[in-house]
């Protein structure tokens, strides 16, 4: 790597650190602040039925929430084999590591959110006495009373599947600029809309999907600062 590029990963890499560590310091101290987790799913529940009206919604439950998972899990499953694609075709070969990289990303990235919600103690906003349920409504760090169960539902496993999308930033940036910017809008596009549509279910918060976004943007930072120096040796820095 030239010094040039290797100022211009440190530049990278600082900015990511400042935006995840002044938005996880927002997240923590002063969206709760906001009472923005009610306010956006309250007009979804009917207090007189106690119940989320959308929650067995035919659009919301099978398009929106299996299909766009299916969705999601087809394209890494199209990312691995262009992967094992590129041994055989020769147009191929100069992306084989960013793709192997991108459905790692991809699985890993879901993976952490998926193990970080299994053990947590927050529960779905259907599950909340507030709601009609039997969980109590927890702030980010308190601890669970004593005789009830883990609510398992944060941050949003869900919309984690969209945000995955990122990977194709991350480990296309160096390689095909254009393939890493449509991966970033992706990624934000599917996110919100995954994210959204469960928000409209009554099964998570804004928060279980701004936790999410940032903790699958952490992963995928975490691999490709792993990954970059096999990355930067096949590909130069790219600039605007």
């Known amino acids: 790597m030239t010094a040039m590029s290797v100022n211009d990963d440190k530049s990278f890499y600082i900015t990511q650190i400042c935006i995840l560590t002044l938005s996880a310091l927002c997240l923590i101290f002063i969206y709760p602040l906001t009472q923005l987790d009610e306010a956006l799913i309250n007009p979804y529940y009917d207090p007189v039925t106690h119940q989320f009206l959308l929650k067995k919604d035919f659009l919301l439950e099978m398009f929106m929430h299996k299909g766009l998972k299916y969705l999601m899990m087809i394209i890494a499953l199209i990312t691995c084999w262009l992967w094992m694609a590129s041994f055989k075709f020769d147009h191929l070969r100069n992306h084989r590591s960013a793709l192997i990289y991108t459905f790692i990303g991809m699985v890993i990235a879901t993976t952490a959110v998926s193990l970080t919600k299994r053990f947590s103690p927050h529960a779905c906003p259907w599950d909340l006495s507030l709601y009609g349920g039997d969980q109590p409504l927890l702030a980010l760090f308190e601890p669970l009373p004593s005789g009830i169960n883990l ?4 941050p949003a496993g869900h919309a984690s599947g969209g945000f995955a999308l990122w990977s194709f930033y991350f480990f296309f940036r160096n ?3 254009k393939v890493a910017i449509t991966g970033l809008y ?3 596009f599917f996110g919100a809309v995954m994210g959204w549509a469960q928000m409209m279910r009554g099964a998570h918060f804004m928060s279980h999907n701004l936790w999410s976004a940032w903790l699958v943007w952490l ?3 975490t691999l490709y600062f792993v990954t970059n120096q096999s990355l930067s040796h096949k590909h130069p ?3 605007n």
């Open 151 to 154: 609510g398992q539902c944060f």
């Open 175 to 177: 390689s095909q600029p």
């Open 186 to 188: 992706a990624g934000a």
């Open 219 to 221: 992963v995928l930072l």
């Open 237 to 239: 820095i790219y600039r």
